[in-house]
């Protein structure tokens, strides 16, 4: 598809160092990377503590308000809503994490590829990504994981190869302007090959650009996640995911709306923080954008 | 333009033949025998056998993907392994759900989205600006099915305005049928409303310092004027852009919400078929869908190509 061709934060190139300085100057990175700090806190806290069991269902404590006890209420199982949403949050980063490390993993190396060899390499390369672009990323999560069977790890494998595309076409864009640089043409000269060049200038250039969208794929896995979850496809019980909570919470709607509320916005502080993040190193990075999203 | 169209058009059709060897492989994978599957577990091996040579299942792999691929062709998707009836006539039904409700999203998102994004372009750096920009930070962190769960508690519990779910089907009247796609269609417009007003927004102010704009003003056009008659068409060209990509994906997002919704429309279908190993409705409905992807694409890059002739030349 006919994208137009900008990859602003190619050039100029800015020092990595000042870049930094004005992201961590940045109010919108600053309260993205707090909450961002809160909810991978209390999913690590979750490993050691949580206020009660969720292992443990409690009957006489079903459907319970949010009060000072149950500061979000409990569930029909008389679980404690809050516990379940700590160590739901370890599942929901862990899910979007590794499948935003896959994508790069993959997607980096192959867009460097087609981007150094250009040629038939670049273009069986490019086609392929239309194709795995054409299919609607939640259609082929649901065909991933009833295939090979719900659960959290098919979720990451389901939602890790939409990330591939991204990247790889992320990083051929960038590469693909950097090949044309006088710099590069130096090192070519002076007998460096293909690889060593993609390793020593081509990746280190493009390094804030792909810190980037990983945070802003981050972001979207974590709301994929949540769907795959909701529809019964990530992670099976006991093991707790905010995406099951609200389906779960969905049959309980008109007796406990408390159910429903709480997980919600445990997904969008987390989407939210992430967002607000990369955001904010987005403009670090990019001066020609500073001061217009 | 005929060169262009001529490569782009080749390269539609390479997407989609690439796309059914794709969905013809990964389906093949699925575990589970479909003759089986029809006859039940209580069939004899040699029924399942019969049922398995009458379906063509023993013929070579490349043999089976032609016959299929030439079905297609011809519009013929085969038959559904769980409803025993035509999978192009189960498309047919199901897409005057789907379809209806991706458009009213879309139609909703683009209404919201272009006086938002217009009016925050306009105040740029203002408090209004900035509030516009916190919500729409909001608005896209919210799952979509989470903001039709909201919905639904409000509007079907508290206030009972509305069903929960269900559709009563077009043949019982326009308006209720319309009404049960209200909640739906809203909860997948909101986010892709989001989305659509920050690109609205940043075009305008991308368009907004060229010279023209400029020249517009020293003419004597008021702002308002310049920013309808002059901003705003030129504007359009990455507005237009995701607004093809974001009908697929509300297409595709209807998975998700017709599940909330229990509206019988093609998401649940091809989720009740993926869950339920119908192959023949899976390969059906997911080639439908990636084939209106693949061709919104294409016709939004022609779309381009004829506003911007810039574009042309361009291989990509």
Redesign the interface.
Known sequence: ?????TNPAVEPPISEKSGWDRAIASRSFLFGAAITFLVAAMALISFFWTPFDVTNLVIANRLKSPSVQFLFGTDHFGRDIFSMIMIGARNSIAVALVAVGIGMAIGVPLGAWAAAKRGWVDEIL???N??V???????SA??IT??FGPGAINAIIAIGIFNIPVFARLTRGSALSLWSRDYILAARVSGKGATRITVEHILPNILNLLIVQGTIQF?LGI?AE??LS??GLGAQPPMPSWGRM?SE??TM??LA?HM??F??VA???T??GL??MG?GLRDAFDPKLR??? | MSWFLTRRLV?LL??LL??TV?IFA??E???GDPARLMLGINATEEAVAALREQMGLNAPLVTRYLSWLSGLVTGDLGTSLTYSSKVSELIGERIWISLPLALLALFLSTIIAIPVGLFAAARR?KASDTGI?AAT??G????N??FA??L??IFA?VLRWVPSGGFPGWENGFWPALLSLAMPAVSLALPQAAILS?VAR?AL??VLGEDFIRTARAKGLTKNQTLWNHALRNAM??VV?IMGLQF??L???T??IE??FYLPGLGRL??QA??QHDLPV?QGT?LL??AT??VI?FL??VL??WIDPR?RS?T?
């Open positions: 598809m006919n994208m137009p061709a490019m086609r392929t239309d194709v672009f054409a299919f609607p990323s939640v259609l649901v065909m009833a295939i972001s709301l949540a769907g909701y529809l609200l919470a969905q709607i008109a709306p429903a509320i997980p919600g997904i969008i502080l989407v939210l967002n607000l955001d001061g217009e999203n | 390269s390479v997407t690439f796309a794709v990964v389906l994978i699925i575990p750096g920009m930070q909001f896209i962190a919210v799952p099915f989470w769960l909201l639904v508690y519990v920050r940043s102010i991308e060209i990455p852009t697929a994906f297409l595709a997002g998975i998700i599940n909330v091809v989720f993926i869950t899976v997911v869908l990636v992807v693949v694409n939004v890059d381009y190509a574009l361009s990509r």
